[in-house]
């Protein structure tokens, strides 16, 4: 289950005669392909992704394996491909080829495109392949908001959402900030909905347009 170092191949004799023994270093990556595959993400982010011109590496693919990056070895972009390398490319559910075309710049690219117009249904179809794939109770829905501060004036921070002074959960009240609000399951702690608002919304201001989001996408009012 070590990934920090390549294959090693070894010498040996057995009753036909001497062999190599070779050994190959997956980690936990198997075990995270298969939830990733019963969620279907790789396919979810074929479909809302912009493709651009193509290569080795779709966007979703891409994206695939930096959630297996964050899930063990979480770090800077420029790391990746050093990190990728000891790893079985099979592990990943890559090529050789495939594998050899991680770096930052694929990454930030496919990073891009998740943050196009495009993309916005991503987490609407991965929240309700959640909900299908393990059955998860629905009845009851916690949200909770946060502040993300950010240092610096962003005068042009004009359209919605903007960055603004506001009630600051870091208590930094000089510093301007969004909120951001997200839904998840009581059942499983599985997250269901994400939004993100200007700085100086107040909770009370999003509780409307969120249960509405939430009623689309339980298609129902039955829940709290």
Same mark, same amino acid.
């Given at each position: 289950m070590d990934t920090s170092q390549g294959p090693i191949s070894s010498r040996c004799n057995t009753s036909s005669g001497p062999a190599t023994v070779r050994t190959h270093f997956l980690g936990p990556h198997?075990? @995270?392909?298969?939830y990733l595959g019963r969620l279907n993400v790789e396919g979810i982010l074929r479909g809302q992704l912009p493709q651009g011109k193509g290569g080795i590496l779709t966007h979703g693919e891409a994206i695939c394996v930096l959630i297996h990056n964050i899930l063990t070895s979480p770090g800077p972009l420029y790391r990746l +491909?050093?990190?990728a390398q000891p790893i +079985? /490319?099979?592990a990943l559910c890559l090529s050789e080829e495939q594998k050899e075309a991680v770096n930052d710049d694929r990454m930030a690219r496919a990073l891009d495109a998740l943050a196009s117009p495009r /993309?916005?249904? @991503?987490?609407f179809r991965l929240a309700l392949r959640a909900i299908k794939q393990w059955e998860l109770s629905t009845q009851r829905v916690h949200f909770d908001t946060t502040s993300v501060t950010f240092f610096g004036e962003y005068r042009n921070s004009v359209e919605e959402p903007r960055m603004a002074h506001g009630h600051n959960k870091d208590h930094r009240p000089d510093l301007k900030q969004l909120v951001f609000g997200l839904n998840i399951t009581s059942d499983g702690a599985a997250p269901l909905l994400h939004n993100v608002a200007s700085g100086n919304r107040t909770d009370d201001t999003l509780h409307r347009g969120n249960f509405d989001r939430l009623r689309k996408l339980l298609d129902g009012v039955d829940f709290i």
């Open positions: 198997p075990l @995270i392909h298969y +491909e050093n990190w +079985e /490319a099979e /993309a916005r249904g @991503i987490w």
